[in-house]
């Protein structure tokens, strides 16, 4: 974490195809998704979406979600990924119809440590830690991540980076 405080180093950063990244993620997260009877739906787009990223961090960051997406959701409910552009801008978004999160914790999940502790139905271990790396992640690619969610409807994230 603390090696990655602030923006990384434009060396570091190497121009990728978003759409390639995000489709190796979707191969691995089908197969889980299956295991655990959840619906798992991709929308990518059909062309190129260019960005500089560091790959292995913005995969640790997507994964993060997903794993999260996967892990607060019961047999039969749905996680969808998206991939969309928008005026020189990339949209991912990680969407649940999950057991959600109550409106007072929600201003506190990016927080290190911060765990919701109510009873949840996929009992899960877990340190809290996951959304906190995956928020310093994107803001180190300059980049940001939202969160709306309703309880017992589901969550949305949302990351928004800029096209190269
Ligand atoms: P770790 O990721 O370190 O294994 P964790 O999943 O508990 O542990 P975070 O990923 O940081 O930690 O998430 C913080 C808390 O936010 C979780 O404990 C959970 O209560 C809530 N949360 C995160 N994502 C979702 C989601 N998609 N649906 C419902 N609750 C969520
Ligand atoms: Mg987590």
């Known amino acids: 974490m603390a090696r990655h405080q602030g923006r990384l180093n434009p060396q570091d950063l190497k121009e990728i195809d978003l759409v390639v990244l995000v489709q190796s993620l979707v191969d691995e997260y089908k197969i889980l998704a299956q295991q655990?009877?959840?619906?798992?739906?991709?929308?990518?787009?059909?062309?190129?979406?260019?960005?500089?990223?560091?790959?292995?961090?913005?995969?640790?960051?997507?994964?993060?979600?997903l794993d999260n997406a996967c892990k607060y959701?019961?047999?039969g409910d749905t996680v969808t990924l998206k991939v969309s552009t928008k005026l020189r801008r990339a949209f991912i978004e990680?969407?649940?119809?999950?057991?959600?999160i109550p409106a007072e914790d929600l201003p506190h999940i990016f927080e290190r440590f911060y765990r919701v502790d109510t009873a949840r139905s996929r009992q899960t271990g877990g340190f809290g830690l996951g959304l906190a790396i995956a928020q310093q992640i994107i803001e180190a690619h300059g980049g940001q991540i939202t969160v709306e969610s309703v309880l017992?409807?589901?969550?949305k994230f949302q990351i928004c980076l800029s096209l190269f």
């Open 36 to 65: 655990l009877n959840l619906n798992f739906i991709a929308h990518l787009p059909p062309t190129p979406v260019k960005l500089k990223a560091d790959s292995d961090l913005l995969t640790q960051a997507l994964k993060n979600l």
């Open 73 to 75: 959701t019961v047999s």
């Open 94 to 100: 990680i969407e649940d119809n999950g057991i959600g």
């Open 152 to 155: 017992e409807k589901g969550t």
